[in-house]
C-alpha cells in the first residue's frame, strides 16, 4: 500500500490497518521507500546507464540517491562509489545526513561505517567508498558496480572527475550512475540530458512541500522569488543566461584551467603576485551576511588566475585568523579591501588577530585600503571584459562565487564574493595596466 493510499482512507481504517501489524511489519513498512516515494524519487525501470535527478533546494533529491544505495546494496553484494563536492559534503549530507545513506538504512541492513577511511560495509559483503571531487586523482583505478554522485554542480573538477569515475565503472554487467544535483548549465549537465541512455526525472521544491518546515517554504520563496534565480533553484529549470548578467557560465567554463592528464593537477605557472581581497560585511554575528574573501594571482604568462574562494558566512569579528591563513596557503604578497565599504574594519581584524600561542600573527602582513571612485557597474565591467579577452582563468570551479557572478545584473545589490573577485583583478590586472596620458596624444 502507497502512502497516498493510506491518508486517503478514513482514519480508522488507517489506525485499524496499523495496530493490525506487528513489530516486524511496522519495521518494514517504515522502511519501505517505494511506499513513501513520490514516482520521480523511485529508480527508473528499463535500460540505462545513467539517472539524473534534476531537483530544486528541497525536494528529495538526496534521499533518492541515498535511498538507491540502500536499495542497490541490499540485492547482491556490490561495490559502491559515492561522489561528493568534498570530504563534508560526503560525511555530513550523503553518509550522516538526515537524508543521508546511514538515516535511510533498515536495521537488518545498516552498514558499518569508517569516517576515517569514509568506507561503508554491510553485513552482506556489499561496500561503498567516499571519493572527493577536490582529488579526481583518487578515482583513477578503482572499480565499481555502481556511482552516486551527489551536487555535481559544486565540484571543483566536474568534468575530470566525472571521467575517472566513469572509467572506474566497469564491475559486473550493468553498471549504472545515479546523479543528483540542482541544475546549472554545465555542459556535463546538458550533456547528460542530450544523452539517450540517461534517464532524467524532475522535481520542484513545492513537490516536498509536505515533509518541509513552513518556516524553510517562507525562507526559500522569499530568497528567490521574483529573481533570476528562481527557476533554477525552485523549479529546477535550467537557466542558460540572466539578461543583463555581465558574466555567462560558457564563458566560465572557456575560463578553466586543464588539468596534466597525467598527475591530474591544474596547470598553472608561477605567480608574479598574489592578492587577497575582502568584501566585509559590516554587521557581525551568527546572521550577517558572508564576507567575500578570494586570492587571485596574476601569472607569470600574464594572466590572472582565481585561486580559491575562502568567503565564509558571518562578520569579520569572526574571520581575522582565517584571512590570515588564506594569506599563507596561498603565499599572497597583499590583502586588499575598499576603504569606504569596511576597509578600516578589516585592517583592525587583521592588525588584532592573534593565533592559539596569544601571538600577534596578523600585525605585519601588508594590507591596502582601495577607493571606489566609480560605480560597482563601472569597476566590474573592465573586469568582465578580461575574462571576454581570455586573460581570466579559474584554478577549478567555484560554484557561490560563480553563481554570483552569472546572476548579478547591475544595478542590483552587491553580492560579496563577486565584489571581492572585482577588487583582486582590479588591483592586479586593472589599476595596474599601463595608462595614455590625454595631454600627449598627438595627431597624426
Not at 42 to 54: E, F, V
Not at 195 to 200: G, L
Not at 277 to 296: C, F, K, N
Not at 346 to 358: G, I, M, P, S
Request: aromatic residues 8%; charged residues 25%; proline residues 7%.
Amino acid at each position: 500500500m502507497s502512502a497516498s493510499l493510506l491518508l486517503d482512507i478514513p482514519d480508522s481504517e488507517r489506525e485499524d490497518f496499523v495496530a493490525s501489524l506487528d513489530d516486524e511489519e511496522s519495521l518494514a513498512l517504515l522502511y519501505d521507500w517505494p511506499t513513501w516515494a513520490r514516482p520521480e524519487q523511485i529508480a527508473p525501470p528499463g535500460d540505462w546507464d545513467a539517472w539524473l535527478i534534476l531537483a530544486g533546494r528541497g525536494a528529495g533529491k538526496t534521499r533518492a540517491g541515498a535511498e538507491d544505495v540502500v536499495a542497490e546494496t541490499a540485492r547482491a553484494p556490490i561495490r559502491f562509489a559515492l561522489v561528493g563536492a568534498n570530504p563534508r559534503d560526503l560525511r555530513n549530507v550523503m553518509v550522516e545526513g538526515e537524508s543521508g545513506v546511514l538515516a535511510c538504512s533498515p536495521p537488518w541492513h545498516r552498514p558499518e561505517y569508517n569516517s576515517s577511511l569514509g568506507t561503508l560495509d554491510w553485513p552482506n559483503g556489499s561496500k561503498a567508498f567516499s571519493y572527493s571531487a577536490e582529488t579526481p586523482s583518487a578515482l583513477r583505478g578503482p572499480q565499481h558496480h555502481r556511482a552516486w554522485v551527489d551536487e555535481p554542480i559544486k565540484f571543483k573538477y566536474l568534468q575530470d572527475t566525472w571521467d575517472q569515475l566513469q572509467l572506474g565503472l566497469r564491475l559486473g554487467d550493468d553498471p549504472r550512475s545515479v546523479v543528483t544535483t540542482t541544475p546549472k548549465p554545465f555542459p556535463l549537465i546538458k550533456s547528460l540530458i542530450a544523452d539517450p541512455r540517461c534517464v532524467v526525472t524532475r522535481g520542484s521544491t513545492f513537490d516536498n512541500a509536505a515533509n518541509l518546515p513552513e518556516k524553510y517554504l517562507r525562507w526559500i520563496i522569499g530568497k528567490y522569488k521574483g529573481t533570476a534565480l528562481e527557476a533554477q533553484e525552485i523549479y529546477a529549470r535550467i537557466l542558460d543566461e540572466v539578461a543583463g548578467a555581465l558574466w555567462t557560465y560558457a564563458t566560465l567554463e572557456m575560463s578553466r584551467v586543464p588539468l596534466d592528464r597525467e598527475t591530474l593537477k591544474p596547470i598553472v605557472p608561477p605567480m608574479r603576485k598574489v592578492v587577497v581581497a575582502i568584501d566585509p560585511s559590516v554587521t557581525s554575528g551568527m546572521d550577517s551576511d558572508e564576507t567575500g574573501i578570494v586570492a587571485v594571482g596574476l601569472g607569470e604568462d600574464g594572466v590572472g588566475y582565481v585561486l580559491g574562494d575562502l568567503s565564509k558566512e558571518g562578520g569579520l569579528d569572526r574571520h581575522g585568523l582565517h584571512i590570515v591563513q588564506s594569506y599563507v596557503d596561498f603565499s599572497a604578497d597583499l590583502v586588499v579591501a575598499e576603504a569606504n565599504n569596511g576597509g578600516d574594519l578589516v585592517e583592525h581584524a587583521l592588525r588584532v588577530t592573534r593565533d592559539a600561542d596569544d601571538k600577534p600573527i596578523g600585525r605585519s602582513l601588508p594590507f591596502k585600503k582601495v577607493h571606489a571612485s566609480r560605480g560597482k557597474r563601472t569597476r566590474a565591467e573592465p573586469v568582465a571584459m578580461l575574462y571576454q579577452q581570455g586573460r581570466v582563468k579559474h584554478v577549478g570551479a567555484f560554484p557561490e562565487l560563480e553563481a554570483q557572478m552569472t546572476s548579478w545584473v547591475p544595478g542590483a545589490s552587491s553580492p560579496d564574493r563577486m565584489d571581492a573577485l572585482v577588487w583582486a583583478l582590479t588591483a592586479l590586472m586593472v589599476d595596474a595596466a599601463p595608462r595614455v596620458s590625454v595631454g600627449r596624444v598627438r595627431a597624426a
